[in-house]
């Protein structure tokens, strides 16, 4: 047999309390099946070619996350550039270019909208082609299958068909939704990671049908056929309902057979399956949703200021046509050198008002420039730039993997910067599934000399207020990255050991045999080697043993025990074997435990145990699990040690320790042997009661325990998350977490990453246990009544210092999602601290980001790493995908992929913030030098009795936004800079103005409309007052039109440009030389534009060396002009930074006069006072244990005061 059998022969279905025997069904007594959304699917197995037909046609295994393909791209591509207000008038004004009204060529009007929206479309292709390739790079990876007569051969995952029968090897992921035929163990059991699809690493047991056992080998496939029928593609990911027909018997299939695409075979040499969804129809795929079309807000609110800016070209080009009717019909008949003889219908006194209708059509693309075609393209080049840098930042750059940060896509750059809820995934997302076992109590005494991270930095603080630090002031703990708590690889504390930094020279090197209750401390290790369902694989490296666990918590207690003399090193089919060295001098003795029964772990039950057989011949139970479940299953005599553990305890959890209570039983044979026989006949019990029998039978045997201790890990999170969620509280963040975890590892986890601490309240919503269908009613109502219980109290709190933190399940969250519920949960969750969803799917993962998204009405950020967080992702204002090493799903589907959580720190905080404000003035500038060109056209109109005559020749106006103001605007939206981004991270507080909109509201765009309206008056009206009373030049020339419109035309390019200098804070070469040389571009254009033949430049022939520099009046023009229209922004800047200063202007002027370097308690004091109060992140947590610390302190001195005076 190829591959043969592994050397573990384990039956598992022997070993675990909760395991199913293999259902049997025959065809006499059941021939079909109930269940599932729909169960119409009829899979033919090994018979691929029966299901490229009809009546079957399922879908193939080939995958897509793209948002267009060849034949959808031009009309999808052309529908999202004109979603865009601006387009839609550009394509208007462009068609009537070819009409006798246009005031302008054809080609000027076509060109500039052609190039803008192809550059778009371009750049949205370019993208799109990124997607496309990742995609292909699932698509074109390779497996086993069955090509007939029993060989075996690879193929590409989007050739594989439903009935296809696979092979698939350790390490590998599967492909598409299989059913188990067997596997390398002989029990045909196999070990599955389902990390990107449920977030969790603890690996599951998945077994197959007994009867397909024998089809072991290549060979055995080759005349295999067999047929299933199975409810139809579903998201539901861990139910399946479905029959296996082969040689005429007919059998039950369940979840535990199923293999689903995206999860990866671990721990099993190979196994063979059959494919029963492929491609879009399997489960991981139906929780996909397709990738949405993101636009920003700002993007939106642009639409919306040029529904304004229209509605003003609107209402001037009717004034305009009513002007230029008026003034047709009255007074064209007097003005003989108009030739009103020889009219037409463009300008007939007889027909005035369709004159009129004519020349509204003129007014509407004279006036255009008020629109600014060239906003959108400059956005498109300025959001691919920033993209660029956010791409090559150096310091979102992980070393571990290699991967850079990346900016998937440009469109929502804006958007990192105005976040106002972050929803995430949990493991592989916030943690790296790493435990370390760090403290422990045994007999009442508690062992452990290391602290904890929460711990350091509490004592850290403390210290520094004793020593009269200025940073020490109450409750204004700042956690640094960098220096202040370094917890990076430098790091003193990080263990040598993986999964153990425990110090205490009393319990190590067997000195534990010293102590008083060494037998107890003997228990203890015992029960930690013993009290599990992990696998020890041989390390050929060291020598010893790796352990396969279902937990961290359990590889970190096995790790532990060895370090302590106490190796579980084998596992057999009924007994585990432990190596013991009670001292370093001993040698090692191996001890044989007989597995009587295991009863496993869940979220419900809260503890785990097993009943073993010693050596002697003594029968023990030996349990682990939640304290509080421990403590009330105690015997009377086995409370010694209760009260001095519940304090360890409380003491550990203040520290940020994931705790578990350890105890034992001794049993009586007889007691045993009868309480085994109830057990065995409730697990072969057939029927929905199973479960609960079983579950109620180990209840009673878990009972009269005695005490022994208690152990704390410390959890490892991803590098630099405590820290990360920190800052991003500071900066005013709220941080849901959702994770198809059980809710007791996501509470530990959100204890670890501090956005739960001790003494928040925590509210736990839930529903009535084993609700049935009947019973959705009274589970809503008790729902809605939690509800409104928890949001009472939260109403009625006082303490301003009290946090809330809500839990809920998956099965909960089903019924407060639904429309009469869940706005009641939304308001409750927003007034909450923290949220944790727990159990839930991916689908419902989208769900809630949906409901926060549309309910709060604010920006969402989602990020995860895996599978199941694709949805969320892509339901999202963002998607951010982790680039770690397992699978591409959530980065394929992203908008921006980081390869760790605390990069996302940088990436909202540092960029976000640049982005937000640099879009948000780069916009405001563009409607402010838009409508200060454009109106002055309107005002020389009005002049000119509405003639349709431009002011300016057409030359100047196709530069204006093309080459003479573009660049300037594009290095703002680039390189502006308030404050740098180290400043950005000690200042996180500053990241609010963009979710308080505060450089983009209202107020502010229409001051700057308002600024564009003063600029064009102070424009016009003072050039034409200095050049219409007096002659022009010395020999008493007076100014002509080309003259006007050139002198209104160079204040307007120094006006514009002296203004956008105005408005950077940040200054480099780049900027100094596209600003000033746009000035300087102007005056070499005219010199060349007036050197050319009189043919091209008309009127403006030799106009600046001939005509204007000669002359006085132009240069004082220029300057006083330019004076004129800057001035009152440059007091409206200076009194508000004299009197009214942003955050920003307090610290650029420390920075520019350097007190930062000069005055550093100064710096230290102002970054204290930035720092906002929060309720989670681990400065939350660190002030909370400072003032556990400072009450216990003054209970002590109040007690010592009382004690001295009696």
Same mark, same amino acid.
């Given at each position: 047999?190829?591959?043969?059998?592994?050397?573990?022969?384990?039956?598992?279905?022997?070993?675990?309390?909760?395991?199913?025997?293999?259902?049997?069904?025959?065809?006499?007594?059941?021939?079909?099946?109930?269940?599932?959304?729909?169960?119409?699917?009829?899979?033919?197995?090994?018979?691929?070619?029966?299901?490229?037909?009809?009546?079957?046609?399922?879908?193939?295994?080939?995958?897509?996350?793209?948002?267009?393909?060849?034949?959808?791209?031009?009309?999808?591509?052309?529908?999202?550039?004109?979603?865009?207000?601006?387009?839609?008038?550009?394509?208007?004004?462009?068609?009537?270019?070819?009409?006798?009204?246009?005031?302008?060529?054809?080609?000027?009007?076509?060109?500039?909208?052609?190039?803008?929206?192809?550059?778009?479309?371009?750049?949205?292709?370019?993208?799109?082609?990124?997607?496309?390739?990742?995609?292909?790079?699932?698509?074109?990876?390779?497996?086993?299958?069955?090509?007939?007569?029993?060989?075996?051969?690879?193929?590409?995952?989007?050739?594989?068909?439903?009935?296809?029968?696979?092979?698939?090897?350790?390490?590998?992921?599967?492909?598409?939704?299989?059913?188990?035929?067997?596997?390398?163990?002989?029990?045909?059991?196999?070990?599955?990671?389902?990390?990107?699809? +449920?977030?969790?690493?603890?690996?599951?047991?998945?077994?197959?049908?007994?009867?397909?056992?024998?089809?072991?080998?290549?060979?055995?496939?080759?005349?295999?056929?067999?047929?299933?029928?199975?409810?139809?593609?579903?998201?539901?990911?861990?139910?399946?309902?479905?029959?296996?027909?082969?040689?005429?018997?007919?059998?039950?299939?369940?979840?535990?057979?199923?293999?689903?695409?995206?999860?990866?075979?671990?721990?099993?040499?190979?196994?063979?399956?059959?494919?029963?969804?492929?491609?879009h129809d399997s489960k991981v795929m139906q929780n996909a949703t397709k990738s949405p079309s993101k636009r920003s807000r700002i993007e939106k609110k642009m639409d919306r200021i040029i529904y304004v800016l229209f509605t003003v070209l609107v209402l001037i080009s009717v004034i305009s046509s009513i002007g230029f009717a008026v003034i047709t019909k009255d007074k064209m008949p007097n003005w003989w050198y108009l030739r009103p003889d020889q009219t037409t219908s463009l300008y007939d006194p007889d027909r005035a008002a369709l004159s009129g209708?004519?020349?509204?059509?003129?007014?509407?693309?004279?006036?255009?420039?008020?629109?600014?075609?060239?906003?959108?393209?400059?956005?498109?080049?300025?959001?691919?730039?920033?993209?660029?840098?956010?791409?090559?930042?150096?310091?979102?750059?992980?070393?571990?993997?290699?991967?850079?940060?990346?900016?998937?896509?440009?469109?929502?750059?804006?958007?990192?910067?105005?976040?106002?809820?972050?929803?995430?995934? %949990?493991?592989?997302?916030?943690?790296?599934?790493?435990?370390?076992?760090?403290?422990?109590?045994?007999?009442?005494?508690?062992?452990?000399?290391?602290?904890?991270?929460?711990?350091?930095?509490?004592?850290?603080?403390?210290?520094?207020?004793?020593?009269?630090?200025?940073?020490?002031?109450?409750?204004?703990?700042?956690?640094?990255?960098?220096?202040?708590?370094?917890?990076?690889?430098?790091?003193?504390?990080?263990?040598?050991?993986?999964?153990?930094?425990?110090?205490?020279?009393?319990?190590?090197?067997?000195?534990?045999?010293?102590?008083?209750?060494?037998?107890?401390?003997?228990?203890?290790?015992?029960?930690?080697?013993?009290?599990?369902?992990?696998?020890?694989?041989?390390?050929?490296? &060291?020598?010893?043993?790796?352990?396969?666990?279902?937990?961290?918590?359990?590889?970190?207690?096995?790790?532990?025990?060895?370090?302590?003399?106490?190796?579980?090193?084998?596992?057999?089919?009924?007994?585990?074997?432990?190596?013991?060295?009670?001292?370093?001098?001993?040698?090692?003795?191996?001890?044989?435990?007989?597995?009587?029964?295991?009863?496993?772990?869940?979220?419900?039950?809260?503890?785990?145990?097993?009943?073993?057989?010693?050596?002697?011949?003594?029968?023990?139970?030996?349990?682990?699990?939640?304290?509080?479940?421990?403590?009330?299953?105690?015997?009377?005599?086995?409370?010694?040690?209760?009260?001095?553990?519940? %304090?360890?305890?409380?003491?550990?959890?203040?520290?940020?320790?994931?705790?578990?209570?350890?105890?034992?039983?001794?049993?009586?044979?007889?007691?045993?042997?009868?309480?085994?026989?109830?057990?065995? %006949?409730?697990?072969?019990?057939?029927?929905?009661?199973?479960?609960?029998?079983?579950?109620?039978?180990?209840?009673?045997?878990?009972?009269?325990?005695?005490?022994?201790?208690?152990?704390?890990?410390?959890?490892?999170?991803?590098?630099?998350?405590?820290?990360?969620?920190?800052?991003?509280?500071?900066?005013?963040?709220?941080?849901?977490?959702? &994770?198809?975890?059980?809710?007791?590892?996501?509470?530990?986890?959100?204890?670890?990453?501090?956005?739960?601490?001790?003494?928040?309240?925590?509210?736990?919503?839930?529903?009535?246990?084993?609700?049935?269908?009947?019973?959705?009613?009274?589970?809503?109502?008790?729902?809605?009544?939690?509800?409104?219980?928890?949001?009472?109290?939260?109403?009625?709190?006082?303490?301003?210092?009290?946090?809330?933190?809500?839990?809920?399940?998956?099965?909960?969250?089903?019924?407060?999602?639904?429309? +009469?519920?869940?706005?009641?949960?939304?308001?409750?969750?927003?007034?909450?601290?923290?949220?944790?969803?727990?159990?839930?799917?991916?689908?419902?993962?989208?769900?809630?980001?949906?409901?926060?998204?549309?309910?709060?009405?604010?920006?969402?950020?989602?990020?995860?790493?895996?599978?199941?967080?694709?949805?969320?992702?892509?339901?999202?204002?963002?998607?951010?995908?982790?680039?770690?090493?397992?699978?591409?799903?959530?980065?394929?589907?992203?908008?921006?992929?980081?390869?760790?959580?605390?990069?996302?720190?940088?990436?909202?905080?540092?960029?976000?913030?640049?982005?937000?404000?640099?879009?948000?003035?780069?916009?405001?500038?563009?409607?402010?030098?838009?409508?200060?060109?454009?109106?002055?056209?309107?005002?020389?109109?009005?002049?000119?009795?509405?003639?349709?005559?431009?002011?300016?020749?057409?030359?100047?106006?196709?530069?204006?936004?093309?080459?003479?103001?573009?660049?300037?605007?594009?290095?703002?939206?680039?390189?502006?800079?308030?404050?740098?981004?180290?400043?950005?991270?000690?200042?996180?507080?500053?990241?609010?103005?963009?979710?308080?909109?505060?450089?983009?509201?209202?107020?502010?765009?229409?001051?700057?409309?308002?600024?564009?309206?003063?600029?064009?008056?102070?424009?016009?009206?003072?050039?034409?007052?200095?050049?219409?009373?007096?002659?022009?030049?010395?020999?008493?020339?007076?100014?002509?039109?080309?003259?006007?419109?050139?002198?209104?035309?160079?204040?307007?390019?120094?006006?514009?440009?002296?203004?956008?200098?105005?408005?950077?804070?940040?200054?480099?070469?780049?900027?100094?030389?596209?600003?000033?040389?746009?000035?300087?571009?102007?005056?070499?254009?005219?010199?060349?534009?007036?050197?050319?033949?009189?043919?091209?430049?008309?009127?403006?022939?030799?106009?600046?060396?001939?005509?204007?520099?000669?002359?006085?009046?132009?240069?004082?023009?220029?300057?006083?002009?330019?004076?004129?229209?800057?001035?009152?922004?440059?007091?409206?800047?200076?009194?508000?930074?004299?009197?009214?200063?942003?955050?920003?202007?307090?610290?650029?002027?420390?920075?520019?006069?350097?007190? +930062?370097?000069?005055?550093?308690?100064?710096?230290?004091?102002?970054?204290?006072?930035?720092?906002?109060?929060?309720?989670?992140?681990?400065?939350?947590?660190?002030?909370?244990?400072?003032?556990?610390?400072?009450?216990?302190?003054?209970?002590?001195?109040?007690?010592?005061?009382?004690?001295?005076?009696?």
């Open positions: 047999m190829p591959g043969g059998r592994r050397r573990d022969r384990l039956r598992w279905s022997k070993i675990y309390t909760f395991a199913r025997f293999w259902p049997t069904v025959s065809g006499d007594e059941q021939a079909s099946f109930q269940g599932g959304p729909s169960s119409s699917r009829i899979v033919h197995c090994n018979q691929p070619q029966l299901h490229r037909k009809k009546p079957f046609k399922y879908s193939s295994n080939y995958i897509t996350t793209t948002k267009y393909n060849v034949v959808t791209f031009l009309p999808k591509a052309l529908f999202e550039q004109f979603r865009r207000v601006a387009n839609i008038y550009f394509l208007l004004t462009a068609a009537l270019s070819l009409t006798p009204v246009s005031p302008f060529t054809p080609v000027s009007m076509i060109a500039p909208l052609a190039f803008v929206v192809g550059l778009s479309m371009a750049k949205e292709a370019l993208e799109d082609w990124r997607r496309f390739m990742q995609d292909m790079k699932v698509n074109i990876r390779k497996v086993n299958v069955h090509k007939g007569e029993g060989q075996f051969g690879y193929k590409q995952w989007q050739n594989i068909r439903v009935g296809d029968v696979v092979k698939v090897e350790k390490d590998q992921f599967f492909p598409a939704d299989l059913l188990l035929l067997s596997s390398s163990y002989e029990d045909g059991i196999c070990y599955v990671e389902t990390m990107n699809l +449920d977030g969790e690493t603890n690996l599951k047991v998945k077994r197959s049908l007994e009867v397909t056992l024998a089809l072991d080998d290549d060979e055995a496939f080759r005349d295999f056929t067999a047929t299933i029928r199975c409810e139809d593609p579903n998201p539901n990911l861990y139910t399946f309902v479905g029959n296996f027909d082969y040689e005429r018997q007919v059998y039950a299939l369940e979840p535990n057979h199923i293999l689903l695409r995206d999860s990866k075979l671990r721990n099993t040499s190979y196994v063979y399956g059959v494919v029963i969804f492929a491609g209708v004519f020349h509204l059509v003129t007014a509407l693309i004279l006036y255009g420039y008020l629109i600014p075609i060239s906003l959108y393209v400059s956005i498109e080049v300025v959001k691919v730039l920033q993209a660029t840098f956010i791409n090559g930042d150096i310091l979102m750059y992980d070393e571990d993997t290699g991967n850079h940060a990346q900016a998937r896509t440009s469109n929502l750059n804006e958007e990192l910067g105005q976040v106002d809820t972050i929803l995430s995934d %949990k493991t592989g997302t916030l943690t790296c599934n790493q435990m370390d076992f760090l403290k422990c109590s045994i007999a009442g005494v508690s062992y452990g000399v290391r602290s904890s991270e929460v711990e350091i930095a509490a004592n850290k603080h403390m210290e520094s207020e004793a020593t009269g630090d200025d940073e020490g002031v109450y409750g204004s703990y700042e956690v640094e990255l960098d220096h202040e708590i370094n917890f990076n690889s430098d790091n003193p504390r990080k263990p040598a050991i993986k999964g153990f930094s425990f110090e205490d020279d009393r319990l190590m090197h067997g000195n534990w045999a010293k102590e008083p209750t060494a037998d107890t401390i003997l228990l203890f290790f015992r029960i930690l080697a013993l009290c599990h369902s992990a696998i020890p694989e041989p390390d050929e490296t &060291t020598g010893g043993f790796t352990y396969e666990a279902e937990s961290p918590d359990e590889a970190a207690f096995l790790v532990a025990a060895r370090e302590f003399g106490f190796e579980f090193c084998k596992r057999t089919q009924s007994s585990v074997f432990i190596r013991e060295k009670y001292t370093s001098s001993e040698d090692l003795i191996e001890r044989e435990f007989k597995i009587l029964n295991l009863l496993e772990f869940n979220s419900k039950r809260k503890r785990m145990s097993v009943i073993v057989r010693d050596g002697s011949g003594k029968i023990f139970l030996l349990c682990k699990g939640a304290d509080s479940i421990i403590f009330d299953r105690l015997a009377k005599n086995g409370r010694m040690y209760e009260s001095e553990t519940n %304090k360890h305890l409380i003491e550990y959890g203040e520290a940020g320790l994931r705790t578990l209570a350890l105890a034992y039983r001794v049993l009586d044979e007889s007691e045993y042997s009868d309480w085994n026989a109830e057990f065995l %006949k409730a697990k072969t019990t057939i029927g929905p009661d199973r479960e609960a029998q079983v579950e109620r039978i180990s209840d009673l045997m878990e009972r009269d325990l005695i005490l022994v201790g208690a152990t704390a890990v410390e959890d490892k999170l991803q590098k630099g998350v405590p820290q990360c969620i920190d800052k991003l509280a500071q900066a005013g963040l709220k941080i849901w977490v959702l &994770t198809g975890d059980k809710i007791e590892t996501a509470i530990n986890i959100g204890f670890a990453c501090s956005l739960l601490r001790q003494g928040m309240k925590q509210i736990c919503l839930s529903t009535i246990n084993n609700v049935v269908a009947q019973d959705a009613k009274a589970a809503k109502e008790s729902l809605l009544l939690q509800i409104t219980n928890a949001s009472q109290m939260i109403n009625l709190e006082k303490d301003p210092y009290e946090a809330f933190a809500l839990i809920i399940d998956g099965k909960t969250l089903t019924y407060a999602l639904e429309d +009469d519920m869940k706005n009641h949960f939304l308001n409750l969750a927003v007034n909450c601290a923290s949220v944790i969803c727990c159990r839930v799917s991916p689908r419902q993962k989208a769900l809630v980001t949906r409901l926060v998204k549309e309910g709060t009405g604010k920006v969402t950020l989602a990020v995860g790493d895996g599978a199941n967080d694709v949805g969320m992702i892509q339901e999202a204002d963002i998607g951010v995908g982790i680039s770690g090493v397992e699978g591409m799903q959530a980065v394929m589907a992203s908008d921006f992929s980081i390869s760790q959580f605390r990069f996302l720190e940088r990436l909202l905080v540092v960029h976000g913030h640049w982005c937000y404000k640099r879009i948000a003035l780069m916009i405001c500038y563009f409607f402010y030098k838009n409508i200060a060109f454009g109106l002055t056209i309107f005002f020389f109109e009005a002049y000119t009795g509405f003639s349709g005559q431009s002011v300016y020749d057409d030359w100047y106006m196709l530069l204006f936004n093309v080459v003479l103001t573009s660049l300037p605007v594009i290095t703002l939206g680039v390189f502006e800079q308030d404050v740098s981004s180290e400043v950005c991270l000690q200042f996180p507080a500053l990241y609010q103005q963009g979710q308080k909109n505060l450089f983009f509201d209202w107020y502010r765009i229409i001051g700057w409309m308002f600024n564009g309206l003063y600029t064009s008056i102070a424009i016009y009206f003072l050039s034409i007052g200095m050049l219409y009373h007096q002659a022009f030049r010395s020999g008493g020339q007076i100014a002509d039109m080309a003259v006007v419109g050139t002198t209104m035309f160079t204040s307007i390019i120094w006006t514009v440009n002296v203004q956008i200098a105005l408005i950077m804070s940040h200054f480099t070469w780049i900027q100094h030389l596209f600003v000033w040389g746009s000035v300087a571009t102007w005056y070499l254009f005219l010199i060349a534009y007036g050197m050319s033949s009189p043919t091209i430049s008309g009127n403006a022939y030799q106009i600046l060396l001939e005509a204007l520099g000669p002359a006085p009046i132009f240069w004082i023009a220029t300057v006083v002009v330019t004076a004129a229209c800057n001035f009152p922004y440059l007091i409206h800047k200076s009194f508000q930074r004299a009197f009214n200063p942003q955050d920003q202007h307090v610290i650029q002027e420390i920075k520019y006069y350097k007190k +930062d370097i000069e005055d550093a308690c100064m710096w230290k004091r102002e970054k204290t006072k930035a720092r906002q109060k929060t309720k989670i992140g681990f400065t939350a947590r660190v002030d909370a244990k400072i003032r556990h610390l400072r009450e216990r302190l003054n209970k002590r001195a109040l007690s010592t005061s009382q004690a001295i005076e009696e």
